[in-house]
């Protein structure tokens, strides 16, 4: 996978999440293959119909940000693909703000200087596109059978309240990798939500079996490291609990926080990014931002 797309994912954490790998087999499909996977059912309409040119459109300020001496010395400093980051994110950049409120394309992102987890990776996606490197959207649609993908997808459609397509997406990941704890995992409160309930506690009981510490076990551990210094354990402590939920954004503030104060600047970036796109309140994505932009002025 390209290098941009990996930092996108990784920093943004918007299109992929988690630590699982690719399925060795069977072979991954083609897009076609994703077609009764993505709805827009439960998204209310646009003013205007959206199309790929249009989100990832490059309006004139763009284009003049593009060229300007302060974007290509990031490019010359960094190489294309983390001097394009560098100079999007970097504290003395855009200063750009986090803004749940709707997904904007890349020119209304550029413009009001804010957007949501989504709006940022367009925009980025955007001048990625007039480097002429890969965008993030492109290395998904290649990597059908990717289980992080899946993961993620069905997030978004729980979240939303179509609990129906986000069991859907995860039936379809299991079926790949049909013994993937992760996956298992976020499938129980889904089944709970569709009134599945016996499906639901059975699933449990086969997850319980495998791993038989109590949900936050590690978590609450690594909270008691923290607050005796031991800042190490404390990481190897809520590093095993985001394993075991993977999408809970407090688990990957506190190991953001634990990497902070080991002086770890880019994994702890890489966590905040994680939990400000998991972030279910406002309050939370405001204190997840706010660490985020602090860690990304270390440069």
Not at 36 to 57: C, E, I, N, Q, Y
Not at 158 to 163: F, V
Not at 190 to 207: S, Y
Request: charged share 20%.
């Amino acid at each position: 996978m390209h290098i941009l797309t990996r930092t996108l994912m990784a920093s943004l954490a918007c299109l992929l999440g988690g630590r699982a790998s690719a399925p060795e087999a069977p072979p991954a499909p083609g897009p076609s293959a994703l077609a009764d996977l993505l709805t827009d059912a439960r998204v209310a309409p646009a003013s205007a119909p959206a199309t790929a040119a249009g989100l990832f459109a490059m309006s004139g300020p763009m284009l003049e940000f593009f060229n300007s001496k302060q974007f290509q010395d990031a490019l010359h400093a960094r190489g294309p693909e983390l001097g394009l980051v560098d100079a999007l994110y970097a504290k003395k950049s855009l200063k750009l703000e986090y803004d749940d409120s709707t997904t904007r394309d890349a020119v209304a992102t550029f413009a009001g200087r804010r957007g949501n987890c989504l709006s940022l990776v367009i925009m980025t996606a955007a001048f990625a596109k007039a480097l002429e490197l890969e965008g993030p959207r492109a290395a998904v649609l290649q990597e059908p059978g990717f289980t992080a993908a899946h993961n993620t997808l069905s997030v978004v459609y729980y979240t939303r309240g179509d609990s129906a397509m986000s069991e859907r997406v995860f039936r379809r990941a299991l079926a790949r990798t049909p013994a993937d704890p992760m996956l298992m995992k976020n499938l129980v409160p889904v089944l709970d939500r569709l009134g599945k309930v016996a499906e639901a506690r059975a699933l449990a009981a086969q997850l319980a079996a495998r791993d038989p510490e109590p949900p936050l076990y590690f978590f609450e551990a690594g909270i008691k490291a923290m607050e005796t210094g031991d800042f190490a354990a404390a990481k190897k402590l809520f590093a095993r609990e985001t394993t075991r939920s993977p999408f809970n954004h407090k688990l990957h503030y506190w190991l953001g926080l634990a990497h902070m104060r080991l002086g770890e600047t880019l994994a702890a970036r890489k966590e905040m990014a994680t939990a400000l796109s998991y972030g279910s309140g406002a309050q939370d994505k405001r204190r997840y931002f706010a660490k985020l932009a602090h860690l990304r002025s270390l440069n």
